[in-house]
């Protein structure tokens, strides 16, 4: 009978521990699948920051490459910025990831992937000019395109005075 009450709450206790341990073993896995996942996450958001930063020396370099008189575009310092702005590209987009969204004249203005910079009188919700491009990166925008929007003058005054009229009907 002794011997039964001991085989017994061994076997209690055995149980007991197997449940601790299947448990603690759970535990871990799940603290390490949710370290991977905030891992992924920095790594993602310290790219896309850094992406972000150097986008501005991409874009300054573009700027310097755009404002040059023609007559210094044949000089070799000339040259060289358009070498490193080409490479700055090229890293940005191989190694970095980063997608160029291509946007063109008359596409439709749409807030979620392009900034309205200006408005022009132009086709109402169009974009007139593209002043830079928009970034992608891991299918997330981290630079919307900043553009230039249509806006029809005679059209929108048109509506203006339809709902005046309306308004005082």
């Not at 009978?1 to 055995?14: D, H, P």
């Not at 871990?28 to 972000?52: A, M």
């Not at 928009?134 to 981290?142: A, H, Q, R, S, Y």
């Amino acid at each position: 009978l002794i011997t039964m009450n001991i085989n017994k709450t061994i076997e209690q206790k055995v149980e007991e521990l197997e449940g601790q341990l299947k448990r603690a073993v759970a535990d871990y896995h799940n603290l390490e699948r949710r370290i991977n996942e905030g891992r992924s996450e920095f790594d993602s958001w310290t790219k896309s920051n850094l992406v972000t930063r150097i986008l501005s020396v991409s874009d300054n370099l573009d700027k310097v490459i755009m404002d040059t008189p023609d007559t210094e575009r044949s000089s070799n310092w000339f040259k060289g910025i358009e070498m490193v702005a080409k490479e700055l590209r090229k890293i940005l987009e191989e190694d970095g990831g980063l997608k160029v969204m291509m946007v063109a004249p008359m596409d439709d203005f749409d807030p979620s992937k392009h900034e309205a910079i200006d408005v022009q009188d132009g086709d109402d919700g169009k974009i007139l000019k593209i002043m830079k491009n928009g970034f992608m990166l891991n299918d997330k925008i981290v630079r919307p395109a900043q553009v230039v929007v249509g806006r029809n003058v005679i059209a929108s005054e048109a509506k203006q005075s339809g709902s005046e009229e309306g308004s005082t009907n």
